[in-house]
């Protein structure tokens, strides 16, 4: 059972509102990364993180912002959400041979 | 740079039908290879790895070989499930310091009873 847990799970907002996708692991993994689904169901790296207080851009730009103060959490937060902004954020972890733990993935939809 | 390409969906089979979904990848250096698989309104979940040439991954019925002559690594089922309908997406991990992975587009898979 992988031990990476996102907050909320849905949430439905209105334009120009800040928001903060929680996520968090127990697993004591260094690297983290923050993924963007569309529905076409490709997966687009935006933000990841080597460890605490290092924090890099993906390979689609993103408006949204990341930290990470404590190994174990790695929040994405969105200043003034936007309709385009509406899709799956999906945080992972990386283990010891390269694979990913997901976590359950946030919905998110502005109106 | 790096790239995974893996066979178009969306494919649909009758239950107890072999599955093959094709991937092949282009990389630098040996990455390890992985197969994740989404059920619908979840997260992706490892289904499988193989982290050098010539190993099988296999679970839950699934196996793929890394084929580094080949550089692909099909994934394959005997006999599918009702219950194994989801996306599945092939992935490589460059073994860098980034460590970044690099996924393909997903495959849905829809078996039908």
């Known amino acids: 059972e992988a031990d990476i847990y996102q907050t909320p799970r849905y949430l439905v907002i209105g334009t120009g509102k800040k928001i903060t996708l929680e996520c968090s692991q127990t697993m004591g993994h260094d690297k983290m990364y923050w993924y963007q689904q569309d529905p076409g169901m490709e997966l687009h790296l935006i933000h990841y993180?080597?460890?605490?207080?290092?924090?890099e851009k993906g390979d689609l730009s993103s408006e949204s912002t990341v930290s990470r103060i404590r190994t174990e959490h790695f929040p994405l937060t969105l200043e003034s959400a936007r309709p385009s902004h509406t899709s799956q954020y999906l945080c992972a972890s990386r283990g010891n041979t390269g694979e990913l733990f997901f976590g359950e993935g946030s919905r998110l939809t502005v109106l | 740079g790096n790239s995974v390409t893996q066979m178009e969906g969306p494919v649909t089979l009758s239950e107890e039908a072999f599955l093959t979904i094709n991937c092949t990848y282009t990389a630098t250096g040996y990455p390890s290879l992985f197969w994740y698989v989404q059920y619908p309104g979840e997260g992706l979940q490892l289904l499988l790895k193989a982290t050098k040439a010539d190993d099988k991954g296999s679970n839950k019925g699934f196996e793929a070989t890394y084929r580094k002559e080949t550089t692909s690594f099909h994934l394959e089922k005997g006999s599918v499930q009702v219950s194994d309908s989801a996306v599945y997406f092939c992935a490589l991990s460059d073994n860098t310091n980034a460590g970044k992975s690099t996924f393909g587009d997903g495959t849905t898979l829809t078996v039908k009873p």
């Open positions: 993180s080597y460890g605490v207080n290092s924090t």
